[in-house]
C-alpha cells in the first residue's frame, strides 16, 4: 500500500498512521490483487479517506481526524 502511494505522489506517512489503527482483519496488511481502494482527498490533495472493500458487501473505511490522525470508521 505504501509503494501504491508513492507511485501517486501521495505521503506514505498517512499509510502508516492507518496501519497504526488498522484493527481487526488487519485490511491494509492483507490486501490482496484485485480489491478495490478508494483514496478521498481534498481540494488541497491531502488524504482525508481510504475505503477498501473487503468483498460480502463488506468495506473498511479509514478518515482523517482534525490532528492529522486516523480513525477506523468502519
Known amino acids: 500500500m505504501a509503494q ?3 507511485d501517486h505522489g501521495l505521503p506514505a506517512t498517512d499509510v502508516y498512521a492507518m496501519a497504526q ?3 481487526a482483519g488487519k485490511p491494509l ?3 490482496q490483487n484485485g480489491q478495490m481502494v478508494k483514496i478521498r482527498q481534498n481540494a ?3 488524504v482525508t479517506g481510504l475505503t477498501i472493500d473487503t468483498g ?6 479509514f478518515t482523517r481526524q482534525p490532528d492529522g490522525s486516523f480513525i477506523r470508521a468502519r
Not at 56 to 61: G, H, Y
Open 29 to 31: 496488511s492483507n490486501l
Open 21 to 23: 489503527v488498522e484493527g
Open 4 to 6: 501504491l502511494f508513492r
Open 56 to 61: 460480502n458487501n463488506q468495506q473498511v473505511l
Open 44 to 46: 488541497s490533495g491531502v
